[in-house]
T-cell receptor
């Protein structure tokens, strides 16, 4: 079946530090890949997505590249802000499956 | 566009009672909605897929008689937790699939803001 593995958190960074959150996946066929962000007490918001190999999703300074050869979709940001503190979920939509499969989430804490 | 409204945001109920959670699509028709459960510091676990006008499809291990899902219209899906117990306390999130204008994907997903259920 489909699965998503994320690095465990929490990740604690100082403001303006570089961020990487690792995500790898297992899926048959050609899944679409997503990063969602969840702020405290809220639902999930789509951060970025990529639908085929070598695609790069980007939004609000965050980037992730769909790497089929390493089955990875790592999230990066060059300079984090306190307002980026949230839980980040990597997810995939597999072929023939309507629902998304989520990773365990990674909590990011950015300190001023 | 593609906004989903979920209510209530928080609910506290007594053990043995039932609680209904509503999820409405505000500006689109949602033929398919998904119900997830999120345990503290853990990921979202898919409970069931709700299809307008037909029975929900439950994931393995989810009690369909305990978690009743109704999707009677294209804009409303409800999850009723029956005879709630403290172990049902969790964060429940609905999600709807919508037609996407993005040519890369046919569908997008939007999420409700979640319902924090506490059973005492």
């Amino acid at each position: 079946g489909n699965s998503v593995t994320q690095m465990e958190g929490p990740v604690t960074l100082s403001e303006e530090a570089f961020l990487t959150i690792n995500c790898t996946y297992t899926a048959t066929g050609y899944p679409s890949l997503f990063w969602y962000v969840q702020y405290p007490g809220e639902g999930l918001q789509l951060l970025l997505k990529a639908t085929k190999a070598d695609d790069k999703g980007s939004n609000k300074g965050f980037e992730a590249t769909y790497r089929k050869e390493t089955t990875s979709f790592h999230l990066e940001k060059g300079s984090v802000q306190v307002s980026d503190s949230a839980v980040y979920f990597c997810a995939l939509k597999g072929t023939g499956r309507r629902a998304l499969t989520f990773g365990s989430g990674t909590r990011l804490q950015v300190q001023p | 566009g593609a906004v989903v409204s979920q209510h209530p945001s928080r609910v506290i109920c007594k053990s043995g009672t039932s609680v209904k959670i509503e999820c409405r699509s505000l500006d689109f028709q949602a033929t398919t909605m998904f119900w997830y459960r999120q345990f503290p510091k853990q990921s979202l676990m898919l409970m069931a897929t709700s299809n307008e006008g037909s029975k929900a499809t439950y994931e393995q291990g989810v009690e369909k008689d305990k978690f009743l899902i109704n999707h009677a219209s294209l804009t409303l899906s409800t999850l009723t937790v029956t005879s709630a117990h403290p172990e049902d306390s969790s964060f429940y999130i609905c999600s709807a699939r919508f037609a996407n204008s993005d040519r890369d994907t046919n569908y997008g997903y939007t999420f409700g803001s979640g319902t924090r259920l506490t059973v005492v």
